[in-house]
Structure formats: structure tokens, C-alpha cells
């Protein structure tokens, strides 16, 4: 059966990677409300009310059944803190590429979590959705984005011009891709 589910429940060492559920609606809208945790995400504006977080978490519910998937990082210990998500996007199955994107609580930044977390993220794509290729897209002034993913091993192909029209600005994006056959396991 196992072999069957695309998008499991993944575990790090520090942490448990479940998909989204009701139990993460009030956490979803402060992390999707919050100015410094949105910073660089352009592609949707700042959550105003609970109900985004509602249907955040409804569009992303049964990930088996619509091929994109959110799941909540949740810190082993801490009283199972929520501290971030992530997930893939953006399906292609035909060419076996989809698009990763994540976010993190600000007071986290800079401890490894999200390395950890995608790491496991992507070992899960390339062998449960059987991807070739894993996208992801940073805003140009994301510095710390793009160094995790550089340290992941993504290439940085160039300039995604114009990819967001956020707040009637457009906003390019660097265009990164992980191939399988370059992914070193970690």
C-alpha cells in the first residue's frame, strides 16, 4: 500500500512532516498573515481573515486525489509546535516535474529546519511522485532562499521574468530546477 501514496507523512530528525489538516487552520492564518514571513511571496496577498486559512487548508486537503500536497512541519518536541509548510505544485505528470514551495516562522530562520524538511521533501517527490525534475522560484531579493536551495544542490537557470503581478507590480523570480540524476543524498 505503502508504495501507492504519493504524498505521506514524512519524519526528519527533528521533525514530522504531516499533511494539512483542520487542527492547523489558526496557525496557517497567522503564518500567512504575518509581513515577515510573507515577504517574498508574491503570488498571493497577506491572509486578512481565518477564513483564507480555511480554505488554504480545504484546497489542500486530499493530496491523493488532486496531485499538490501541503505538508505542516511540526517540531518533535515543543509541544508539537507548528513551525512552517511545504509542498509541490504544479504537477506535470507527463514529464514528471512539479514545484516546490515552502515558508517558515520567522523565529526559526537560520536554524536548519528547512534544509532538513526539504530534504525529506525531496527524496519523497523523487521516489513516491516518481518526479524527474523539481522546479522552484525565488523572489531576487530572497537571499536566504536562494541559498538553501543552492546548498541543496538546485542549478539557478536564470530569470523568470515578470512571474508575479503582486499589488500592480510585476516581480521576476530566479529559476531554479533539481534533476534527479544530480540529487546527492544527503
Sequence with gaps: MNGHIKFPNLE???????????????FIYRLFSNEKVCEFLYDEELFSTRNDSIEFVECNSKPEEKGYNRWVLVKKDDNQQQIGTCGFDYW???NNIAEIG????????????MKEALISAIESGFNNMGLNRI???VALKNINSVN???????????????????RGKYYDHYSFSLLKRDWNQF
Design 12 to 26: 526528519t530528525d527533528r521533525l514530522i512532516l504531516r499533511n494539512v489538516g483542520n487542527a492547523d487552520i489558526d
Design 135 to 137: 522546479n522552484g522560484y
Design 102 to 113: 515552502y515558508d517558515l516562522w520567522h523565529e526559526y530562520w537560520g536554524q536548519g529546519y
Design 148 to 166: 538553501l536551495l543552492e546548498k541543496l544542490g538546485f542549478k539557478n537557470e536564470g530569470i523568470y521574468r515578470d512571474k508575479h503581478l503582486f
Design 92 to 94: 506535470d505528470r507527463t
